[in-house]
């Protein structure tokens, strides 16, 4: 039976807001043992008096602890998750200051790392990859982390860039008609979100291999015909926001993304878009129209940039 949240509160219970995993391993299987830490480490588990491991309650962690608690078992292990409103002796603003303390500690290590790096710029994608990593189990919001990405962003980019003059004025492309080549994928797509969000809300799109078809029309990311395309290293969605002069930060960390998923150069370590243009890949090949491809496409754009802390 399940007791919805409602009803705990109307019987005066609280909703849970930890998650403990107490298990037990044979001696036998030290090699799962270390499997076991080491993905409760990439969790963010934090060890709890060596009773257990404890996190925040949330549908993905909850997740992750019965997947693991399954495996447990299959080691011939035990292993529970039990649910706590609160433990007696330590408050919740104690076990919130253990976490920020524990991803604090991790995002020092980054630093330390950083420091290192400015003579090998190679490893940057491998540190840009942990750092994602550690922010996704940084529940409660370390204040290091803005010193890291500080850091992360000045190797990434050392010589700062003079402001440039906006190159184009939004207001000059309003309720156009935007080209592009059939078949769309992970940079088209993104950049039609961008058009569609940022740029041109009322934007029209056409998908033709042959420009001149539509003397009026905007090509992007197409070959030879001008418009807005690939340009240096800078995939089309990137060409568009130095063209508009976009800064808004989640439109950078989106950039980063698609850069590395379009051009596969692992340029800024982020690992997020190759799923999403696999699966872009894979509605090409169930035949679906191209105005359906963007119009799915779009949508998981969205889904990524709304999920960008």
Not at 138 to 151: C, I, K, M, N, Q
């Amino acid at each position: 039976m399940t007791i919805s949240q409602s009803e705990l509160e109307a019987n005066g219970i609280s909703s849970p807001d930890w998650l403990m995993l107490l298990f037990t391993l044979p001696a036998s299987q030290a090699s799962k043992r270390v499997e076991v830490w080491r993905k409760l480490k990439r969790y963010g588990a934090l060890t709890f008096r060596s009773s257990g491991y404890l996190l925040p309650n949330s549908p993905v962690n909850h997740e992750r602890f019965e997947w693991l608690s399954a495996a447990i078992r299959k080691y011939k292990g035990e292993a529970s998750v039990v649910e706590l409103v609160s433990i007696d002796d330590v408050p919740a603003a104690e076990l919130k200051q253990l976490f920020i303390e524990a991803r604090s500690a991790d995002y020092e290590k980054l630093l330390r790392e950083l420091k290192k790096t400015k003579q090998s710029p190679g490893t940057l994608p491998r540190i840009r990859r942990r750092l994602q990593e550690v922010i996704e189990v940084d529940f409660f919001g370390s204040h290091l982390r803005s010193r890291v990405e500080t850091a992360l962003a000045a190797l990434e980019n050392p010589k700062p860039e003079a402001k440039k003059a906006v190159k184009h004025v939004r207001e000059k492309f309003q309720g156009r008609t935007w080209i592009t080549r059939p078949r769309p994928g992970i940079d088209r797509v993104s950049s039609a979100w961008l058009i569609r969000n940022h740029i041109d809300p009322d934007a029209k799109f056409l998908f033709t291999n042959d420009a001149k078809r539509v003397p009026n029309g905007i090509p992007f990311d197409m070959f030879n015909v001008g418009g807005f395309t690939h340009h240096g290293e800078n995939c089309t969605f990137e060409t568009l926001c130095v063209e508009f002069a976009l800064r808004d930060r989640k439109i950078k960390v989106l950039a980063e993304i698609i850069h590395d998923a379009d051009l596969s150069d692992e340029k800024f370590g982020r690992a997020d878009g190759i799923g999403l243009d696999r699966v872009l890949n894979g509605w090409a090949k169930q035949g679906l129209s191209d105005e359906e491809l963007l119009k799915r496409g779009m949508d998981l754009i969205d889904g990524l940039y709304r999920e960008i802390g």
